[in-house]
């Protein structure tokens, strides 16, 4: 039997934006063994109900702890801010979302802590961010949040730096303008995709993706544990499951992580 040190790492999104927490686990971890799973075939997740998501979420963990993972990411925000406790609650293993990570670094960059949140309908209806950046900041923090819930088919549809796109981000983003916020603090998986939009219409401000700090998070939960797999010559192995579509998520992911991947589908 795999001691714990050598077990995978579970990390686990709606589709495919869980990738950049993957990808940045493997720069920073890469001896670690990864398995991923990315529900594609219920994606988006992010204008779903609370119950839905936790019973997505609970699914996917029960697929993870088969897996024999050391621990899970819960790298989609939608998920992190609906079903984080329900799971940290219900498994032996340490569960970590990207909430309280992307809140660590928005405070830790932001001088006037006035902080604007983005994020999909659920994330933002479940004030996730407003409720982290209270308890690690403190009362004199300012939040300003708003749902962009055009951004995600945008990005999927690979509308990345286009009019249609500025126009959208213009659209949302205008009222954070006069708002004086510092920090946005980008609460989606397909939103740092979005990065020079984003910016065109913002300006010269701090834009959050938690994806490294989420790895740097993970290490030092490992490191803490006593669960760090360490390895000199062997570099990690990933595999990845999806729920639908093996084809198009493998070519996708390719691209996106530059090596040769195994996908597999298995469903709920
Ligand atoms: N992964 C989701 C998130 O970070 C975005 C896509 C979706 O709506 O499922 O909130």
């Known amino acids: 039997m795999k001691s714990l040190k050598n077990r995978p790492i579970g990390i686990f999104d709606s589709g495919l934006g869980g990738l950049t927490v993957v990808k940045s686990i493997r720069q920073c971890l890469p001896s670690e063994d990864i398995v991923y799973y990315g529900d594609t075939a219920r994606v988006p997740y992010g204008n779903k109900s609370r119950t839905t998501i936790v019973r997505f979420a609970h699914e ?13 990411v819960v790298a989609c925000n939608t998920a992190s801010s609906l079903s984080l406790r329900s799971l940290k609650k219900t498994y032996p293993i340490p569960v970590i979302g990207v909430i309280s990570p992307g809140v660590r ?56 730096n286009n009019k249609i796109t500025y126009d959208v981000a213009q659209h949302y983003l205008g009222e ?17 995709i979005l990065k020079q939009v984003i910016k065109k219409v913002m300006g010269n401000i701090n834009l959050v993706d938690s994806s490294f700090v989420v790895s740097k998070e993970v290490q030092m939960l490992l ?20 729920s639908d579509d093996v084809e198009g ?19 709920l």
């Open 60 to 72: 996917i963990m029960a697929f993870m702890m088969k897996a024999r993972v050391k621990m899970v």
């Open 105 to 160: 670094e928005a405070l830790s960059v932001s001088k006037n802590k006035r902080i604007g949140i983005i994020g999909t309908k659920s994330t933002i209806n479940s004030k996730s961010y407003e409720k982290e950046i209270l308890k690690l900041g403190g009362k004199a923090c300012r939040f300003f949040s708003k749902s962009c819930p055009l951004f995600v088919p945008l990005v999927e549809n690979k509308f990345l």
């Open 176 to 192: 954070f303008k006069s708002r004086d916020i510092d920090t946005l603090i980008l609460g989606c998986t397909h939103y740092p």
């Open 223 to 242: 490191d803490k544990k006593d669960l760090t797999r360490f390895s000199k010559k062997t570099q990690g192995t990933l595999k990845i499951f999806v």
């Open 249 to 267: 998520f493998r070519s996708a992911a390719g691209i996106f992580l530059k090596e040769k991947i195994m996908v597999k589908k298995v469903v």
